[in-house]
């Protein structure tokens, strides 16, 4: 639902860009500035702080991608550590609260892991939108003509963010720690 009012915002700035470049490069307000009031610089500046903004936005997803790997690593870990130690008599006293601690942290950590998904995504949408706000500013606006190109490819199937993808792997690892919490919870009545 995000992602489409995202797209309806961003389409509606590509059509203003569009249609009246002139009118939008000379609009002012508190974000932006025209190049009589900056100096002769500002088109030398405004790329260099576009070329800034970009790397920090690719920086955001390499740091999205590295915080689902942390948690596929200690979900997993989580499971691993589990199995082995479950056949083995290592933890003293009753083996269900121990599975219900484990189900209860991987549950956890899961749902942490849907709001980084959820922060990120947010981040780096308001991002892209900075860009191409900046985009307005240069000769050729290279992301706003991905994503138009993307929307008018008739033969291609429908584009699905990644985003959407990333958000089922958490649900799909918290389901053995729900039935690991459901196992542990018939452990402890049936004690």
Same mark, same amino acid.
């Given at each position: 639902m995000q992602d489409e009012q995202f797209d309806a915002t961003l389409e509606q700035d590509s059509k203003q860009n569009i249609e009246s470049p002139s009118t939008n490069l000379s609009q002012e307000n508190a974000y932006t500035t025209s190049e009589a009031v900056y100096g002769k610089e500002f088109k030398q500046h405004l790329l260099e702080q576009y070329k800034m903004y970009v790397?920090?936005?690719? %920086? *955001?997803?390499?740091?999205?991608?590295? =915080?689902?790997? @942390?948690? #596929?690593? +200690?979900?997993?870990?989580?499971?691993?550590?589990?199995? =082995? #130690?479950?056949?083995?008599?290592?933890f003293q006293g009753p083996q269900s609260f121990v599975l219900l601690t484990v189900s209860i942290l991987g549950l956890c950590l899961c749902l942490a892991w849907i709001a980084n +998904?959820?922060?990120?995504?947010?981040?780096?949408?308001?991002?892209?939108?900075?860009?191409?706000?900046?985009?307005?500013?240069?000769?050729?606006?290279?992301?706003?003509?991905?994503?138009? *190109?993307?929307?008018?490819?008739?033969?291609? %199937?429908?584009? +699905?963010?990644? #985003?959407? +993808?990333?958000?089922?792997?958490? =649900? *799909? =690892?918290?389901?053995?720690?729900? @039935?690991?919490? *459901?196992?542990?919870?018939?452990?402890m009545l049936g004690q």
């Open positions: 790397e920090m936005a690719d %920086r *955001i997803s390499s740091r999205r991608v590295q =915080i689902g790997s @942390f948690y #596929t690593s +200690i979900l997993s870990a989580l499971l691993a550590l589990l199995s =082995i #130690t479950g056949n083995k008599e290592l +998904i959820n922060s990120y995504k947010q981040l780096n949408s308001l991002k892209f939108r900075v860009i191409h706000e900046m985009e307005a500013y240069l000769p050729f606006a290279c992301y706003d003509r991905e994503w138009q *190109i993307l929307k008018e490819d008739k033969n291609r %199937r429908k584009y +699905i963010r990644l #985003t959407a +993808i990333e958000q089922y792997i958490p =649900i *799909i =690892i918290a389901v053995p720690y729900f @039935f690991l919490l *459901i196992y542990s919870f018939m452990k």
